[in-house]
């Protein structure tokens, strides 16, 4: 049970932005300080109406930054950004944060091309101390800054904001295990929704949950409130300690967080406005590192939210009557999911390991058929990374889906312990390629250039949704090390599946057709462009070679340095960043066979890419046809 649901939920009132009167009086945290308290609730339901109304269009982190209104406003309300420093883990929750630091107006734009970003960018507003985007980093940045801090002599408060899994990842318990050696003074911030993007997983969950719905907490919580009742009084100290010791007995968290050296206070209810005001005060003036745990409700103030937190933690434009979104042909996760599930129905060793992610990899459906051989490890994913390789040791055979841009964190495990132990694990990047809205800290273009120089490391990626269902079939027949599969977010070009799946060869790709002066060689899903590419250069008259190189790695050597010598250019299409991508990787095969053809590539330039819709961003950086025939031109029309 959650206590919460004692709490009143707001019901959206459409009275909303052509009234919000206090918001559009807030330029900055000074403004916020100047609105009288009683009016601050007011305040809470114009940002609420605001950010419903506004996401609804946009898309975004709807739930997560309900939940944190309240919190928002009573930090920005007690402390002074940007000389005081605050944190938001993943920062996905940092709308609210936007809004009362003068943004309010461009909430709007957010995730849109030149509009706001998704999350927290340092580059965005010097309130925003810190960026992010993957989780689990705040409370060791936040150890850093107030470290340097105290060597600079200076005296400003930082602040970290943590929802409940964040304390799933590795860096944040690295961080707690340091945070008495590191610092004398700093505040963190538990927000504890219960909820990751899906239902929070793990020890550490249990343990929170089991406080929320233990028969004492009613009487806690009531010891707690009454708590920051007196706090702000100058026997505050003592009679902390007296309320503690009287009403936090084992089943509080407390034991926990104070064995890292951090006082504990709380639970406190995170949408009580006063009880937050008051607690920052007191915190503000402890000489320790302290954690403040707050329960608060994802979504609050939207039915549709609430009923489906999961869903609304972050997603694209949505009716905001009923919350209802529009949804198309399967996407790649989709068809991943299906697949896997399927696979795993007739071999009793595939498992399916995720890292909070069932979801967004949409493995909730083997979770849902095969729970017994399902793990959701947490946001943990060089622990998800090293449990498959238990599991490949032991003759399983797992499927582990991460994002490629989470991926990156398991870099280590991929190459100490897959890769060099020859463990047989089926690494599933989603997402590989531009993400789009969410922007650089969520787009996967590093794959290929953090995978190509493991060695023995089988890597590909399909061209179309049939295909994907061969390379996924190969790769759970595949025992000879590990083997890695980059495949885009959203859907592919609608082609049909076959019934029962093909093994492909590996390292042998598809020639779809030969000519004399041109050879394309899109990878993956980039095989549009390049056959726009091809219709427009067949228009001109030249001839044109059409290699689906299916493998990264090994590479169809022999097909591609064949096709390449019959040609006058070659040019390269992929959604990753040139350096170290694809595209090289054919540039050494013909330096090393001294084979000249020249080689042009499309790929993503040596900078992070912006958040914006996919078209503009393709057209902006030269992921086009237009661009790959300009680049081409130029080799056949030298006589
Ligand atoms: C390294 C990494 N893995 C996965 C994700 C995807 N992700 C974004 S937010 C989130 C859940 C965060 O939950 P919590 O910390 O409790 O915050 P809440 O959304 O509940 O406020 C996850 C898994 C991520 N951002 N970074």
Redesign the pocket.
């Given at each position: 049970m959650n206590l919460l649901n004692s709490l009143p939920t707001h019901s959206m009132t459409m009275s909303d932005s052509s009234s919000t009167n206090l918001l559009d009086t807030i330029q900055g945290p000074n403004d916020l300080k100047k609105i009288e308290p009683e009016r601050l609730t007011e305040l809470a339901e114009e940002i609420r109406n605001r950010l419903i109304t506004s996401l609804s269009n946009t898309g975004g982190h709807l739930?997560?930054n309900l939940?944190?209104v309240e919190l928002t406003i009573a930090m920005h309300r007690v402390f002074d950004t940007p000389t005081d420093k605050f944190l938001f883990?993943?920062s996905?929750?940092g709308y609210v944060h936007k809004m009362l630091t003068g943004r309010a107006k461009q909430i709007g734009s957010i995730r849109q091309y030149e509009g706001l970003n998704g999350f927290l960018l340092r580059t965005e507003s010097e309130h925003d101390c810190y960026g992010a985007?993957?989780?689990?980093t705040a409370l060791s940045a936040a150890l850093g800054m107030a470290s340097a801090r105290d060597l600079k002599g200076e005296d400003n408060h930082v602040i970290a904001v943590?929802?409940?899994?964040?304390f799933t990842?590795g860096p944040t318990l690295e961080a707690l295990n340091n945070i008495a050696e590191a610092t004398d003074r700093c505040i963190v911030v538990l927000?504890d929704?219960e909820?990751?993007?899906d239902k929070?997983v793990g020890a550490l969950a249990k343990y929170f949950n089991a406080l929320q719905s233990h028969p004492a907490y009613n009487d806690i919580r009531a010891k707690a409130a009454s708590l920051v009742e007196k706090v702000a009084g100058p026997s505050a100290r003592k009679f902390a300690q007296k309320v503690e010791r009287n009403a936090k007995n084992m089943i509080l968290p407390n034991v926990l967080f104070e064995k890292f050296g951090m006082r504990y206070y709380g639970p406190i209810d995170g949408h009580d406005l006063p009880s937050l005001i008051k607690s920052f005060e007191y915190l503000k003036e402890q000489d320790e590192p302290v954690i403040l745990h707050i329960i608060t409700e994802?979504g609050r103030g939207y039915q549709p939210a609430l009923d489906k937190p999961g869903k609304f933690?972050g997603l694209g434009p949505y009716n905001i009557e009923d919350g209802s979104t529009t949804s198309g042909a399967p996407t790649f996760s989709e068809l991943f999911g299906r697949a896997v599930t399927d696979f795993a129905k007739e071999d009793k060793s595939i498992t399916a390991i995720t890292?909070?992610?069932p979801g967004?990899t949409k493995l909730e459906t083997f979770k849902a058929e095969l729970p017994e051989r399902y793990f959701d490890v947490g946001?943990a994913?060089e622990h998800a990374a090293l449990f498959a390789c238990g599991h490949a040791t032991q003759g399983l055979k797992p499927f582990l889906a991460i994002?490629s841009t989470?991926m990156q964190?398991a870099y280590d495990m991929i190459v100490h312990d897959m890769a060099l132990q020859n463990l047989p694990i089926r690494l599933c990047m989603d997402r590989g390629g531009l993400s789009g809205d969410d922007g650089p800290t969520h787009h996967g273009l590093f794959d290929i250039g953090y995978l190509r120089h493991v060695p023995g490391l089988v890597h590909m990626q399909p061209k179309d949704e049939d295909e994907f269902i061969d390379m996924l079939w190969t790769m759970a027949k595949y025992e000879d090390g590990p083997i890695a599969i980059r495949y885009p977010r959203g859907n592919g070009p609608g082609v049909s599946i076959k019934d029962r799946p093909e093994l492909l060869t590996i390292g042998e790709a598809e020639v779809i057709q030969e000519g004399t002066d041109v050879c394309l060689i899109p990878l993956g899903t980039m095989m549009e462009v390049a056959l726009e590419t091809k219709e427009q250069l067949e228009g001109k008259g030249y001839s044109v070679t059409l290699i689906n190189p299916r493998w990264i790695k090994p590479l169809d050597a022999s097909t591609i340095k064949r096709l390449s010598a019959n040609s006058k250019v070659v040019c390269t299409f992929e959604d990753h960043v040139l350096y170290n991508g694809f595209g090289l990787s054919i540039i050494e095969l013909l330096h090393d066979e001294v084979i000249d053809t020249p080689v042009e590539r499309i790929g993503w330039p040596d900078e992070f890419i912006e958040h914006g819709k996919p078209e503009i961003l393709r057209k902006k950086h030269g992921i086009t046809s237009e661009a790959a025939i300009g680049k081409i031109l130029p080799h056949l029309e030298v006589t």
């Open positions: 739930g997560p939940g944190v883990d993943v996905h929750q985007g993957h989780a689990g943590a929802g409940d899994a964040a990842c927000n929704n909820w990751s993007i929070n994802k933690h890292a909070a992610m967004g946001i994913e994002y989470f964190r």
